[in-house]
């Protein structure tokens, strides 16, 4: 897997949503600022409403600049079966059933699923549970992974 390409990815999806974002926080701030949406009485908040919506998603683009800021200077490292996972790892698991996924442990941006070829990575971030029981193991190791009232065994099979 090349964790150049996936990063790329990433980046291009961050960049989408800033975009996006931008395109919401200009709708609401014409919203806010349109004749139309002067208010008739007090209670009577479009306006008020639209401004703090625009607020919210102004402070969005801003976490998501950061996280790509972030991002484009993170520095991309290889792992091996010897090494002990820690964040930049590309990390293939597989639970009692035999059910695998690809995991990428990233500083920020977790939650995202890009894709290598045609296989799945997701990315989790430090402060995910799963995160929690991963970091500090190696290839070969189990752990065990509370999901609701169940607890579900994995095992760590490739690093990268």
Do not use: C
């Given at each position: ?91 293939h698991i ?6 695998a996924q ?59």
């Amino acid at each position: 897997m090349n964790k150049q390409n996936l990063l790329n990815q990433l980046l291009d999806h961050l960049q989408q949503e800033i975009d996006a974002t931008m395109s919401a926080v200009n709708e609401a701030h014409a919203l806010a600022s349109h004749e139309q949406s002067k208010p008739e009485n007090q209670y009577d908040t479009l306006a008020l409403e639209a401004a703090y919506l625009a607020h919210g998603q102004s402070e969005r683009i801003a976490e998501l600049q950061r996280q790509a800021l972030l991002l484009n200077h993170f520095e991309l490292v290889d792992f091996d079966e010897n090494s002990r996972i820690a964040l930049g790892a590309l990390i293939h698991i597989q639970d009692e059933n035999g059910e695998a996924q690809w995991l990428w442990l990233m500083p920020t941006a977790g939650g995202i699923v890009l894709t290598a070829g045609d296989v799945p990575v997701r990315t989790i971030t430090p402060e995910a549970p799963l995160a929690l029981k991963l970091v500090g193991n190696s290839v070969d190791e189990v752990f065990e992974l509370n999901l609701g009232h169940k607890k579900k065994q994995f095992e760590i099979i490739e690093l990268l």
